[in-house]
């Protein structure tokens, strides 16, 4: 319990991050490919890379998900084992985990077709 006090402290005002992180995600998405944009976007709209959740639930979050191959299996140990949060917290934190995977995955592959056209573009010249 002690380690979840300490990153609460650490956290920044949410209010004021949030705020700020959606006028710079959509300052930046102005020019990036639609793949990485999605990804931006998405991270302003759901609270960064762990999705609102402070770092120590997240970690443990991933742990668990790790730890347990099977969804049922997992969503009990999740449910129970991550203290303040529910079986529904831990569910809906996993749907919003499917889709920050995926939409870092389509960033990923952007991000390398990008560079490869830069390149090829290189070569040419």
């Known amino acids: 319990m002690e380690k979840k006090f300490e990153s609460w402290s650490q956290l920044p005002a949410p209010a004021t991050a949030a705020a700020d992180v959606k006028k710079a995600a959509g300052a930046m998405t ?64 996993d749907e919003w985990y499917s889709e920050y995977l995926i939409l870092k995955e389509s960033k990923k592959k952007a991000s390398m077709n990008g560079k490869k056209t830069k390149r090829q573009r290189k070569m040419r010249c």
């Open 30 to 93: 102005v020019s990036l490919p639609p793949a990485v944009a999605a990804f931006e976007r998405f991270l302003a709209q759901t609270g960064g890379h762990r999705g609102g959740w402070d770092d120590y639930d997240h970690q443990l979050f991933l742990k668990l998900k790790s730890k347990h191959k099977n969804h049922e299996a997992f969503m009990r140990a999740a449910g129970s084992g991550i203290p303040g949060r529910s079986v529904d917290d831990v569910r809906q934190h």
